[in-house]
């Protein structure tokens, strides 16, 4: 059974840091895309970050020099490094797998963690 | 950047309707569309993805439908465990990857 288990998440001041992990199981983890994906309260979803098989990795202008996604295939482990934290930070966090068509072309998010709430506050 | 819009945003239905969630992208993206449904204090679960093909494990009564920039997704008689959030996703050029706002499907 696949599981994908963040943790890390709390109350953070805003310019703070915070780090994020995601814990895999249930299937060969460095053989996977892996995404951060995250819900502010009451909102849609946003995409966070990438991390290719490769270790290549890609963020939206947003977070972008501000996060950073890494992975360690060897503890099966996904991690969401965030720094210069503001209040539209606030969310919940999800650890996303990816997934490919039969083509290799289209990919989806087949599994989702059960998400860690960050909260960004004085 | 792919912009996604769905409509309607809310929606009201009875059990047993037949019910349809459109989505349009700003562009093009073939078939790269995906459908999510989430319900609250849970995580997004796959509904369909590649625009048609029904996820393992969910019900036939949800099916998804077109391609280029015209979406839709249709459940054929509403059961009371489908009350919950939709949402659509492109993955056709990313990133980054774009959602759209969801529809709210209520009694």
């Known amino acids: 059974e696949v599981q994908l288990v963040e943790s890390g998440g709390t109350l953070v001041q805003p310019g703070g840091s915070l780090r994020l992990s995601c814990v895999a199981s249930g299937f060969t983890f460095s053989d996977y895309d892996m995404h951060w994906v995250r819900q502010a309260p009451g909102k849609g979803l946003e995409w966070v970050s990438t991390i290719g098989t490769a270790g290549d990795t890609y963020y939206p202008g947003s977070v972008k020099g501000r996060f950073s996604i890494s992975r360690e295939n060897a503890k099966n482990s996904l991690y969401l490094q965030m720094h210069s934290l503001r209040a539209g930070d606030t969310a919940v966090y999800y650890c996303?797998?990816?997934?490919?068509?039969?083509?290799?072309?289209?990919?989806?998010?087949?599994?989702w963690g059960q998400g860690t709430l960050v909260t960004v506050s004085s | 950047d792919i912009q996604m819009t769905q409509s309607p945003s809310s929606l009201s239905a009875s059990v047993g309707d037949r019910v349809t969630i459109t989505c349009r992208s700003s562009q093009t993206i073939r078939n790269y569309l995906n459908w999510y449904q989430q319900k609250p204090g849970k995580a997004p679960k796959l509904l369909i993805y590649a625009a048609s093909s029904l996820q393992s494990g969910v019900p036939s009564r949800f099916s998804g439908s077109g391609s280029g920039t015209d979406f839709t997704l249709t459940i054929s008689s509403l059961q009371p465990e489908d009350f919950a959030t939709y949402y659509c996703?492109?993955?056709?050029?990313?990133?980054?990857?774009?959602f759209g706002g969801g529809t709210k499907v209520e009694i």
């Open positions: 996703q492109q993955s056709y050029s990313t990133p980054p990857v774009t």
């Open positions: 996303v797998r990816a997934n490919f068509d039969i083509r290799g072309y289209i990919f989806y998010f087949d599994f």
